[in-house]
């Protein structure tokens, strides 16, 4: 072989051994990736942070002097997201085989509305692209539309007190074309749940001659105010043009953590009301050290209660800083002490809160949860399913004469009654009673209040919802005024949405000179109501008529059947009822605890009840209903 031969072997071995070192040396970089987050849909232009983990799984540390970079693939080197086709490392960063590197950074829209890929990789710049490319995703970029708009920022606490005032902001941006203003009925609003007022508002508005046009923003700052419970709650807020339309992003849920500070329930006893820990013997020592006529204010705060609460002296209980409001409990801003049944309230004494053998108690403010859902399965429940309601009350007022239940929440009874009154000259206005009992479980039903009987007594102006057995029902009440009481029942069924009664003659049953008007009983579309208004025992057992009673101006939606009298007026006593109004009562029969049974807008059973109905002709029917609830 001649030398220049020999040269050539020679350099054609070395180029061989060097190409075959190259792949052993670039194996020393490696990714994996790991994952990403980004979004799927944008409008052109918009900008948004995403961001992009890999994991360096080779041999050699990433750094920012060594050239390790993320970039652009899908077609390699793209701008299309950054105007540039790297993302950096911080200055003097390292990235150690077997770390993680998350690269976050923004990207704007391509300004043309299409679909476009977005896809990375590891490049040790000047060396070699190495390890595995980011899933591709086609994002679709659109263009703008009327109603968008874009998260930006927001700045809220994540722990706050119960009660506690903070101030917060949001940040959106308008990335639709129309422009928002108040006076086309912009908002923020509540979301998780939607419309939810868990921090004491709902909306937050533009200010009035405020326009966000498209690609401008608006800092929401507003102050919230935590439930009085302790627990952890949302907040989540979105753009909405009220009446008409949510749209755009939510901002990132918060849960925010509240926590329940200690209160001084009276000089001397300091509680934490956390809803879990039996607080019945530290109200009952306030109560008992409350001077007759005098008044015992409690903060805010859940108040678990596994021991009855007894008040047998004139005095006043109500929340704190809610003396003269006429705001009830569900209204908006109105933040109420909650008295909890604990699971562990089993005893057969009427209510987890009582009022006996006094005059002049007035129960104010107040939220009666009887936390009937984790009660079931419990004594209690089991007294109840055996007939034994009087272990499920929520509340009773026992011979109290002179006595108010004013501005209060009676809810989620176990059975028997969310409150029991018995005593004349009684004042009940603008309460709430609601979700008390269950119907379809037999024995576990319960009444929203139950009047045993009460001379002269005011029921003016409160709200029933979803009760399970008469929603308002008294044994008997001359001259009592019974006026302006919304009944509904969109969940669930109610044998009766308003009834006069004798409780099989355990009470009078007079309701000489009683006035009942302006009550409204929506059954709703279901039909959740047996009766509208029952008036007479008879249909329930077979005892002695009512007495009196001038029922007017009422109004039925939607019962089975609408207004029933059976067992009501005497000669001597007749019950008066004109004018009421009844529609979309069941049209020929319906079901009923009996069974099937003819039905009616109005049916009086002329056989066993007397009637004055002081002019009225709407058409009647006279079915007998007795026994038949």
């Not at 970089?29 to 918009?46: H, K, M, N, R, W």
């Not at 399970?468 to 001359?478: E, F, W």
Request: hydrophobic share 40%; aromatic share 8%.
């Amino acid at each position: 072989m001649s030398r220049h031969g020999s040269r050539f072997l020679v350099f054609a071995t070395t180029l061989l051994l060097c190409l075959a070192a190259s792949p052993s040396a670039l194996a020393a970089d490696s990714a994996i990736f790991v994952s990403q987050s980004l979004p799927t849909v944008l409008t052109t232009g918009e900008v948004r942070t995403v961001s992009v983990t890999m994991q360096n799984n080779g041999t050699t540390p990433w750094t920012t002097a060594g050239g390790y970079k993320l970039g652009t693939h899908n077609p390699m080197d793209n701008t299309l997201w950054l105007g540039t086709t790297r993302v950096y490392m911080n200055p003097d960063e390292v990235v150690a085989p077997g770390a993680s590197r998350t690269f976050t950074f923004n990207i704007t829209a391509p300004a043309s509305a299409g679909t476009y890929n977005f896809q990375w990789r590891m490049v040790h710049e000047g060396i070699a692209w190495f390890g595995g490319l980011s899933t591709n995703v086609a994002i679709t970029v659109r263009a703008p539309v009327p109603y968008d708009s874009q998260f930006v920022s927001q700045s809220v606490p994540t722990s706050l007190g119960a009660g506690q005032t903070a101030s917060v902001s949001v940040t959106m941006k308008n990335i639709g074309t129309n422009v928002w203003t108040a006076a086309s009925n912009y908002s923020l609003g509540a979301q998780n749940p939607q419309d939810n007022s868990t921090w004491g508002l709902g909306r937050v508005n533009l200010a009035p001659g405020e326009a966000i046009a498209q690609n401008g923003q608006k800092t929401f700052t507003f102050a919230i105010t935590a439930p009085p419970t302790a627990g952890t709650y949302n907040f989540q807020w979105k753009m909405l043009q009220e009446g008409y339309i949510w749209f755009g992003a939510l901002s990132p849920n918060v849960a925010i953590s509240v926590t329940q500070p200690p209160v001084t329930l009276c000089p001397g006893v300091v509680v934490t009301a956390d809803g879990t820990t039996d607080l019945g013997p530290a109200i009952q020592s306030c109560i008992n050290a409350t001077p007759s006529g005098g008044t015992l204010d409690i903060p805010a705060g859940t108040y678990g209660i596994a021991t009855q609460v007894l008040i047998t002296q004139p005095i006043t209980l109500r929340t704190q800083g809610l003396a003269g409001s006429t705001a009830n409990c569900e209204a908006p801003g109105v933040t109420c002490a909650v008295l909890k049944a604990l699971p562990t309230f089993n005893a057969n004494v009427g209510g987890f809160l009582a009022v006996q053998s006094t005059h002049d108690v007035n129960l104010d403010h107040l939220i009666l949860d009887g936390n009937r859902a984790a009660r079931l399965g419990t004594p209690a429940a089991s007294q109840c399913a055996s007939g034994n309601n009087f272990s499920g009350f929520n509340a009773r007022m026992s011979d109290c004469t002179a006595c108010r239940f004013t501005h209060n929440v009676s809810k989620n009874a176990l059975c028997g009654t969310a409150l029991e009154f018995r005593g004349h000259d009684g004042t009940l206005i603008n309460n709430v009673f609601r979700s008390n009992g269950q119907n379809a479980t037999s024995n576990l039903w319960a009444d929203g209040l139950t009047i045993h009987y009460s001379d002269r007594v005011t029921v003016t102006g409160n709200t029933f919802v979803d009760n399970s057995d008469v929603a308002l029902i008294l044994g008997g009440g001359r001259y009592a005024v019974v006026t302006n009481n919304a009944i509904s029942q969109p969940g669930q069924v109610v044998f009766a949405g308003l009834m006069l009664d004798n409780f099989n003659g355990g009470t009078s049953g007079d309701f000489t000179g009683a006035v009942v008007t302006g009550n409204t009983i929506d059954c709703t579309s279901a039909r959740n109501c047996h009766f509208g208004i029952n008036l007479g025992p008879h249909a329930w057992y077979q005892s002695t008529n009512i007495l009196g009673g001038d029922v007017h101006g009422n109004v039925v939606a939607s019962a089975r059947q609408g207004i029933n009298v059976d067992g009501a007026g005497t000669s001597a006593s007749p019950l008066v009822l004109y004018g009421n109004t009844v529609s979309n009562a069941a049209p020929g029969s319906a079901s009923f605890l009996c069974g099937s049974h003819s039905t009616s807008p109005l049916n009086i059973n002329t056989a066993d009840s007397v009637v004055n109905r002081n002019g009225d002709t709407a058409p009647m029917t006279a079915f007998p209903w007795h026994g038949c609830p």
